[in-house]
Nanobody, 127 residues
Framework: VQLQASGGGLVQAGDSLRLSCAAS????????MAWFRQAPGKEREFVAA??????????HYVDSVKGRFGISRDNSKNTATLQMNSLKDEDTAVYFC???????????????????WGQGTLVTVSS
């Protein structure tokens, strides 16, 4: 699976930004798509995931972004999107999209569960 992330940039606190992840793969609809982020000096952390059709396209978020971020997918375009609203300084990070056909619900938030990764896109939030 080839993943291409885009949409990062420099914004002010309170602004919105939309990240996209385009996947080059057959049967995109069966893949769980996820976003992780890595801030300077910190470990990569889970942000959000949307499961494939077998998982009912359920959506999952880290607590720190609930109510502000929304993950979605367009199976007709092989694209996953992360809509980020009310951005905060602490959202500054490189954001990575990831994909997996086999990740189970209990392992959804672990980066080791994902075999395919995009190149990362930088989001910088200034106050």
């Amino acid at each position: 699976v080839q993943l291409q992330a885009s949409g990062g940039g420099l914004v002010q606190a309170g602004d919105s930004l939309r990240l996209s992840c385009a996947a080059s793969v057959l049967n995109f609809r069966v893949y769980t798509m996820a976003w992780f982020r890595q801030a300077p000096g910190k470990e990569r952390e889970f942000v959000a995931a949307i499961r494939g059709g077998g998982g009912g396209y359920s959506m999952h978020y880290v607590d720190s972004v609930k109510g502000r971020f929304g993950i979605s997918r367009d199976n007709s375009k092989n694209t996953a999107t992360l809509q980020m609203n009310s951005l905060k300084d602490e959202d500054t990070a490189v954001y990575f999209c990831a994909a997996s056909r086999t990740v189970i619900l209990s392992a959804l938030r672990r980066d080791q569960s994902y075999t395919d990764w995009g190149q990362g896109t930088l989001v910088t939030v200034s106050s």
